[in-house]
T-cell receptor
Framework: AQSVTQLDSHVSVSEGTPVLLRCNYS??????LFWYVQHPNKGLQLLLK??????LVKGINGFEAEFKKSETSFHLTKPSAHMSDAAEYFC????????????FGSGTRLQVQP | DGGITQSPKYLFRKEGQNVTLSCEQN?????MYWYRQDPGQGLRLIYY???????QKGDIAEGYSVSREKKESFPLTVTSAQKNPTAFYLC????????????FGEGSRLTVL
């Protein structure tokens, strides 16, 4: 079985300060991991993905995430928040078991204060 | 441009009525999915399809039905048997069932009056 836990349901930062959104996963197999962003009443857009290549993954809009197997974590970071980053973020784990199953975290709502 | 088109964007339904949500993709993807999203929750899988004329139940299939007559199309019907249908519905696709990331449509918001 696999699971993913987003450790914070809400995160609030000031514009220009760093962003950290935390994600832990559990899996019996080597996972693929994704971060998606969702703006209100919109679909989900892929930010970045880890698929067993480099452990530090760079994505769009200045976001990056580091896969740490020993800590079973895949935290999302950005050095400097922008007002347009305010959205909901989902961590997703995907494991090949013959039929790849995707499990979504419950989401983290990021607020950016001016 | 390639992508996934969902319609309608907003839909209102009276209790006891069936409604069908449309999902069309021109990405030439084999696998398609329907998810339900409720406030404060992650996405829950309703149905998925790997190929034409084949589909499988997800975690919350009760009260829903789908068809996959064409590769490009994967409509979802919310039946009157669905006890709490008010939600945001997302259609997604990817190149194959066992690899790759999901591409999402813009979603359909269903409200039961």
């Amino acid at each position: 079985a696999q699971s993913v836990t987003q450790l914070d349901s809400h995160v609030s930062v000031s514009e220009g300060t760093p962003v950290l959104l935390r994600c832990n996963y559990s899996s019996s197999y080597s996972p693929s991991l994704f971060w998606y962003v969702q703006h209100p009443n919109k679909g989900l857009q892929l930010l970045l993905k880890y698929t067993s290549a480099a452990t530090l993954v760079k994505g769009i809009n200045g976001f990056e995430a580091e896969f740490k197997k020993s800590e079973t974590s895949f935290h999302l970071t950005k050095p400097s928040a922008h007002m347009s980053d305010a959205a909901e973020y989902f961590c997703v784990v995907s494991i090949y078991t013959g039929r790849r199953a995707l499990t979504f975290g419950s989401g983290t709502r990021l607020q950016v204060q001016p | 441009d390639g992508g996934i088109t969902q319609s309608p964007k907003y839909l209102f339904r009276k209790e006891g009525q069936n409604v069908t949500l449309s999902c069309e993709q021109n990405l030439n993807h084999d696998a398609m999915y329907w998810y339900r999203q409720d406030p404060g929750q992650g996405l829950r899988l309703i149905y998925y399809s790997q190929i034409v004329n084949d589909f499988q139940k997800g975690d919350i299939a009760e009260g829903y039905s789908v068809s996959r007559e064409k590769k490009e199309s994967f409509p979802l019907t919310v039946t009157s048997a669905q006890k709490n249908p008010t939600a945001f519905y997302l259609c997604a696709s990817k190149t194959e069932l066992d690899a790759g990331e999901l591409f999402f449509g813009e979603g359909s918001r269903l409200t039961v009056l």
